[in-house]
């Protein structure tokens, strides 16, 4: 059994910065691609960025520069360290992580966390 913690959100003024953190427990399996998505009110879940087992890293045109993904494979943890936030950043973040078990892979996400970002 794998569950992914995110954590990390919370009310921010624009320009300032948040780290979110999404942990994935449990034994026995190989954490592949990590990846973060947000959905805002009324809009559609987008990917925010992702981050390969190896540190490849891609980000969506409206967060380059400002966002930054990291991983820990020795703690099966990724990080968003997000700088510069905009209020248009204002979504839940959810995380999303392929879990390998042998030769089986599976799509596992996290709970979300709220970021608000307002003056």
């Known amino acids: 059994q794998v569950q992914l913690m995110d954590s990390g959100g919370g009310l921010v003024q624009p320009g300032g910065s948040l780290r979110l953190s999404c942990a994935a427990s449990?034994?026995?399996?190989?954490?592949?691609?990590m990846t973060w998505y947000r959905q805002a009110p009324g809009k559609q879940r987008e990917l925010v960025a992702t981050?390969?087992?190896?540190?490849?890293?891609n980000y969506a045109d409206s967060v380059k520069g400002r966002f930054t993904i990291s991983r820990d494979n020795a703690k099966n943890t990724v990080y968003l360290q997000m700088n510069s936030l905009k209020p248009e950043d204002t979504a839940i973040y959810y995380c999303?992580?392929?879990?390998?078990?042998?030769?089986?892979?599976?799509?596992?996400w996290g709970q979300g966390t709220q970021v608000t970002v307002s003056s």
């Open positions: 999303h992580a392929g879990i390998s078990f042998g030769s089986a892979t599976y799509i596992h």
């Open positions: 449990g034994s026995g399996f190989l954490v592949l691609a």
């Open positions: 981050i390969s087992r190896s540190g490849t890293t």
